[in-house]
């Protein structure tokens, strides 16, 4: 078994990891939107966009799975539990 600290940072971590898709799905999204807008609007495009689309669910759904992580543990350990205090 991890100890409290371990437990957190790797709540952390999965965090982290949710958060890259979802921004880098946005930017997927908002570049192609752009540039949809400013040339004509091909497939390659739509496609690019949905694509983008799916990486933002996927980071929200992975989003989603930290936070019920995180709840999980503060509601077993305690809300401050594994934090570590600034020196």
Known sequence: MASL???RMAIDRARARALFPLYGGAVFVGAY??????SEFSLSAVTLI???A?????????LKGASRLKSTFEAEHGENAGKQQPV
Not at 33 to 38: E, P, Q, T
Not at 54 to 62: E, H, L, R, T
């Open 54 to 62: 799916v990486f933002m669910g996927q980071g929200i759904y992975a």
């Open 33 to 38: 939107f752009a540039m949809g807008l400013l």
């Open 50 to 52: 949905v694509l983008g």
């Open 5 to 7: 600290i371990q437990q």
